[in-house]
């Protein structure tokens, strides 16, 4: 069906002037009857109990009909316990609404169908999460860095929202939404809205969304938290060890916000601020509007890892202000921010530094097409059945990103900067899909300037297997060095010693170690790591990119330092392949099981579940 979608668009586009997509799909991943009915705003009145490790509550949803004749409301929910449903009647008065739980799905969870009376324009949904919460990780005091607090933290993306609120789960409704959170007294709570308002620490706390965000991007933290700004309109929330640090690594953040908006218009959320996570959190940063919650495994003392600040910023405009409607579409919101991403880069620290995270993005990205099946390599993903957290690999992020990077080079940077501007102003607090961004691709860049780009080279790059032929590189000249000694090095010309590693960033590093051969020998292994203390490296990117050569070569001196990583950090684009190459090399596969029976608790659930698909093979 698909091969024949495209082969008709294909001849369709050779001989129309406008290009003719269909409608877009609707998200195969939610219950929710938002066609019907759905909700505008979202108000939570909810308690954090960590004794019991439990929300408890009410989520009261005011309603728009779209169908006047609705009569049941369906909410997206999982792992949830359902209390008790109330709806406000025509004189605002609350009275008991019927509601149904339906089968459990594996993927989606539980539909909950409430029947609506034709006055009510609000339900009040009581729940409680439980253990089985995946959009929630639970830490006692033991896990966190201060060891005094215990910490609670949520992931919602993609579909986990659903987990720890009943709601309509789906990126293409975006609603406002309010909050109250009741915390132990000595803890702060911060959520993806504005924060300013509670400046004391009373375990009560109120927070605004005004703007209208689809669900992923709804946010709760809570911990022994303290804030220290950046600028007027930055500051970092974090327990004390992180503060001063994290304030340093990322004093740059207002430079990049300023830079960002001179590029694709104003920055439209008021403030941005940092939350630094424990280092259980599964991923390197998540977008969170107001409030980007981040990985301290990125706080190195260098700015070298800050790219990933750029990436979560630049997310304020790709992702959280034009959203993918829903999760085929992933490089919407991901392709769009790796380009927004390396353009803040190279405005803020340079082209060459650019350089040489485009070029080792894109090794990410073959790395990642080798081991995937190729309908997993398209852009637009068919996800029907499938989790959609399988849509989140390189290909959505950097093969998202090269497209845009193709465009850009063929129609100019002047050209492409005013499409995206357009883009971005167009469709601002919408949800985007694949079909709609080509028709406005068409319109607004390749008939304005014929016979620069085809729409049949567009859509073999949006719909085909692996990457194009002609794909756009970056020269390094950083890493053609980096390159050539490593060349005199192994034809024994120089030695270890004489290599300049004392200038070498992390990317040139990171570059080094990914061209050394995949069969050193034990003693070539040795002599590296007795030169540079490569197992001993703080530096996590580092650190793994080593192991990746290490572990297969049955390495054992990397080993102790391997097993102190995992049981510490639980990232999972750091921890997964970990497992993988312990689990395929046959004389670590003890060790991996020892090592993963001591960190599982530690890990966030989300990364538990991909560590147990290793282990199941």
Not at 569 to 580: D, E, I, Q
């Amino acid at each position: 069906m698909l091969k024949l979608w495209i082969l008709t668009t294909l001849l369709l586009s050779s001989c129309l002037s406008v290009f003719i997509v269909k409608a877009a799909p609707l998200d195969q991943h939610s219950f929710a009857n938002i066609d019907a009915v759905y909700t505008n705003k979202l108000s939570l009145d909810l308690t954090v109990d960590f004794d019991k490790q439990q929300l408890h509550g009410f989520a009261e949803h005011e309603l728009t009909r779209k169908d006047p004749k609705v009569s049941q409301l369906i909410l997206d929910s999982r792992a949830l316990v359902i209390e008790k449903v109330l709806q406000a009647d025509s004189k605002g008065q609350w009275r008991t609404a019927a509601f149904a739980l339906g089968a459990v799905d594996a993927i989606k969870g539980q539909p909950l169908t409430i029947t609506l009376s034709p006055a009510s324009s609000k339900v009040r949904v009581y729940y409680r999460t439980t253990a089985e919460s995946s959009g929630l990780q639970w830490l006692n005091a033991a896990q966190t860095s201060e060891k005094q607090q215990p910490f609670l933290f949520s992931q919602s993306q993609a579909i986990h929202a659903r987990s720890w609120i009943p709601l309509q789960d789906t990126p293409a409704l975006r609603v406002s939404y309010q909050a109250r959170i009741r915390t132990p007294t000595q803890l702060l709570a911060v959520m993806s809205a504005d924060n300013s308002k509670n400046t004391e620490r009373d375990g009560d706390y109120q927070f605004v969304m005004p703007q209208p965000i689809p669900a992923y991007l709804i946010a709760i933290a809570v911990g022994d938290l303290h804030f220290q700004p950046m600028s007027a309109h930055t500051g970092i929330y974090a327990e004390k060890t992180w503060l001063a640090k994290a304030a340093a690594e990322f004093s740059d953040t207002q430079k990049m916000m300023d830079v960002a908006s001179k590029l694709y218009g104003e920055y439209p959320w008021g403030r941005y601020d940092l939350l630094i996570l424990p280092a259980s959190f599964p991923f390197g940063g998540m977008e969170n509007p107001r409030l980007s919650f981040i990985t301290p495994t990125v706080i190195t003392g260098d700015k070298s890892l800050v790219s990933l600040i750029a990436h979560e910023l630049a997310h304020s405009w790709s992702g959280n202000l034009v959203t993918n409607s829903n999760w085929n579409d992933l490089w919407l919101n991901e392709g769009f921010t790796n380009f927004f991403e390396n353009r803040l880069m190279a405005e803020v620290y340079g082209p060459a530094r650019a350089a040489m995270e485009y070029s080792l993005s894109v090794k990410d990205l073959q790395r990642d097409i080798a081991e995937l099946e190729p309908a997993d390599t398209a852009l637009q993903l068919q996800l029907a059945g499938r989790d959609p957290d399988d849509a989140f690999s390189q290909v959505a992020y950097v093969k998202g990103q090269l497209l845009l990077q193709l465009l850009e080079n063929k129609f100019g940077r002047e050209k492409f900067d005013a499409f995206i501007s357009a883009y971005f102003q167009k469709f601002a607090f919408q949800s985007m899909d694949t079909q709609t961004f080509l028709q406005f691709l068409q319109q607004q860049l390749l008939e304005k300037y014929p016979g620069v780009v085809s729409m049949t080279e567009v859509l073999q790059w949006v719909f085909g297997p692996g990457l194009p032929a002609g794909f756009p590189m970056q020269h390094s000249d950083a890493f053609a060095l980096v390159s050539k000694q490593l060349q005199a090095w192994q034809q024994h010309e120089i030695t270890l010693a004489a290599l300049p590693t004392i200038t070498w960033t992390v990317h040139e590093w990171l570059h080094f170690i990914n061209q050394l051969p995949r069969d050193l020998a034990p003693a070539k292994l040795a002599e590296l790591d007795a030169a540079f203390a490569l197992s001993q490296s703080s530096n996590a990117e580092i650190f793994v990119a080593w192991s990746r050569l290490t572990i297969p070569l049955n390495y054992l001196p990397v080993m102790p330092q391997v097993k102190q990583f995992l049981l510490h950090v639980g990232r999972t684009k750091f921890v997964v392949p970990l497992y993988r190459l312990l689990l395929e090399n046959s004389a670590q596969q003890g060790f991996a099981k020892e090592i993963y029976q001591q960190a599982k608790p530690g890990y966030h659930p989300l990364t538990q579940a991909q560590i147990d698909k290793a282990f199941a093979g």
